[in-house]
């Protein structure tokens, strides 16, 4: 059970993540800055997305009881969102719309970019924070299962800045053509968790 639950965990924050895609995102903002300065933003922009979401892993289910949200409605309405999501990233609209804001955020010279654009909202946007939330309430309050899950955030998030250290050369063998099937592959992967999410939510609250 306990290695169903990292399978899950990390398959589902790989996907929501996309550590591969955001490499052309992290070339763009860091566009015209010296290599030392780019390995700074890519562990910095790593340790604030990191804290979202064990702030999200420890305190979501806790969130949902105060509002009187079930995990069920929530699972739901996570589930909806993540295909959102996934519809996008299908059909291209996410990598657009991404660009748009590494381009705003180029334009207006923002002080740290390692806060936003990269750890907010390409790193621990909606998606992520819901998958998280999901995943916790998941565990039921399990110390294994939820140490499992603030590993499997390290984990994805050293993946990210492993990627953004190798962030040029993995752009040059992917290429426009790779980046866009990788993206579309994510997609049609995220919609799937996506739908069990709705399922298992339906299911447990026609239980309950």
């Known amino acids: 059970m306990a290695r169903d639950?990292?399978?899950t965990a990390f398959a589902t924050l790989f996907v929501v993540v996309d550590p591969i895609g955001l490499s052309p995102i992290f070339l763009a903002v860091t566009h015209g800055l010296p290599v030392h300065a780019?390995?700074?933003i890519?562990?910095?922009?790593?340790?604030?997305?990191g804290f979202?979401?064990?702030?999200?892993?420890f305190g979501g289910d806790w969130l949902l009881r105060q509002l009187?949200?079930?995990?069920?409605?929530?699972?739901?309405?996570?589930?909806?969102?993540?295909f959102a999501a996934a519809f996008d990233m299908v059909l291209g609209w996410r990598i657009e719309r991404e660009s748009k804001t590494a381009e705003q955020a180029l334009e207006e010279h923002v002080r740290n970019i390692a806060a936003f654009p990269l750890a907010i909202p390409l790193?621990?946007?909606p998606g992520a924070i819901t998958a998280t939330v999901l995943l916790s309430g998941?565990?039921?309050?399990?110390?294994?299962?939820?140490?499992?899950?603030?590993?499997?955030?390290?984990?994805?998030?050293?993946?990210?800045?492993v990627v953004f250290r190798f962030a040029i050369p993995i752009g040059r063998l992917l290429g426009v053509t790779g980046n866009i099937v990788i993206s579309r592959l994510f997609g049609v992967l995220l919609a799937a968790l996506a739908v069990q999410y709705v399922v298992d939510?339906?299911?447990?609250?026609?239980r309950s």
């Open 123 to 125: 790193m621990a946007g």
């Open 68 to 82: 009187g949200i079930s995990i069920a409605a929530f699972r739901i309405a996570g589930g909806l969102l993540l």
């Open 201 to 206: 939510g339906v299911r447990t609250a026609l």
């Open 38 to 40: 780019r390995r700074r």
């Open 138 to 161: 998941q565990a039921g309050g399990d110390p294994l299962q939820l140490a499992a899950l603030i590993g499997v955030i390290v984990g994805i998030l050293v993946l990210c800045a």
């Open 42 to 49: 890519a562990w910095r922009a790593c340790l604030i997305a």
């Open 52 to 57: 979202i979401l064990a702030g999200f892993a």
């Open 5 to 7: 639950y990292l399978f």
